[in-house]
Nanobody
Framework: QVQVMESGGGLVQAGGSLRLSCAASGSIGSIHNMYWYRQAPGKQREWVATITSDGYTNYSDSVKGRFTISRDNAKNTADLQMNSLKPEDTAVYYC?????????WGQGTQVTVSS
């Protein structure tokens, strides 16, 4: 069994920064990609960023240039550094870890950006 847990959410003013962390634990062989998603009230969950086991990254257009995803393979963690935050970044942020052919999701962490 694999557990995924996000942390680091909170309330921040527009233009500010937050750093989210995702930690995977349990029966982990090797984690392939790790992902961040978000879901705003009344909207579908959307993909935000991906990082592969080799460190290659990809971002949605809405966050490119403002968010940075990184990971520590030894600790099975993936962080999301969010800068220049906007009110439209307000959402619950979720982490997904792909372990072998299975996907594991965390419970999410709330990010609220005030104008």
């Amino acid at each position: 069994q694999v557990q995924v847990m996000e942390s680091g959410g909170g309330l921040v003013q527009a233009g500010g920064s937050l750093r989210l962390s995702c930690a995977a634990s349990g029966s982990i062989g090797s984690i392939h990609n790790m992902y961040w998603y978000r879901q705003a009230p009344g909207k579908q969950r959307e993909w935000v960023a991906t990082i592969t086991s080799d460190g290659y990254t990809n971002y949605s257009d809405s966050v490119k240039g403002r968010f940075t995803i990184s990971r520590d393979n030894a600790k099975n963690t993936a962080d999301l550094q969010m800068n220049s935050l906007k009110p439209e970044d307000t959402a619950v942020y979720y982490c997904r870890a792909r372990v072998s052919s299975n996907n594991y999701w965390g419970q999410g962490t709330q990010v609220t950006v005030s104008s």
